[in-house]
């Protein structure tokens, strides 16, 4: 299981700070690839960004790149997704995952019903 938190409710251009951390895990989250997607209403899940668990491959959706920022720390065995010059448009639940039980992020990762997922946290950007 995993768990995330600092969602929020910040104005077009504000900045929030998300976390994903570990919860029972059996294993160090340090060695999995972990993938964040966000799902607005009315829409599939999408892909936004993903770290790796064993080099310093990072990823990201063309829809936040320059403005989100995902990062790890593993000796609080914590990942980040540092979300800046917030647009209406990212408004949505946004979710961590594992990436298929694997340590990389490939250009076509993705996350399925049986990787650890977190609960969601929702995002609002509004006036």
């Known amino acids: 299981q995993l768990v995330e938190s600092g969602g929020g409710s910040v104005q077009p251009g504000g900045s929030l700070r998300l976390s994903c951390s570990a919860s029972g895990f059996t294993m160090d989250l340090d060695y999995y690839a972990i993938g964040w997607f966000r799902q607005a209403p009315g829409k599939d899940r999408e892909r936004v960004s993903c770290?790796?668990?064993?080099?310093?491959?990072?990823r990201y959706a063309d829809a936040v790149k320059g403005r989100f920022t995902v990062s790890r720390d593993n000796n609080r065995d914590i990942v980040y997704l540092q979300m800046t010059k917030l647009r209406p448009e990212d408004t949505a639940v946004y979710y961590c995952a594992t990436v298929r039980h694997s340590g990389l992020c490939t250009p076509t990762w993705w996350a399925d019903e049986d990787d650890y997922w977190g609960q969601g946290t929702q995002v609002t950007v509004s006036p």
């Open positions: 770290i790796s668990g064993v080099d310093e491959t990072l």
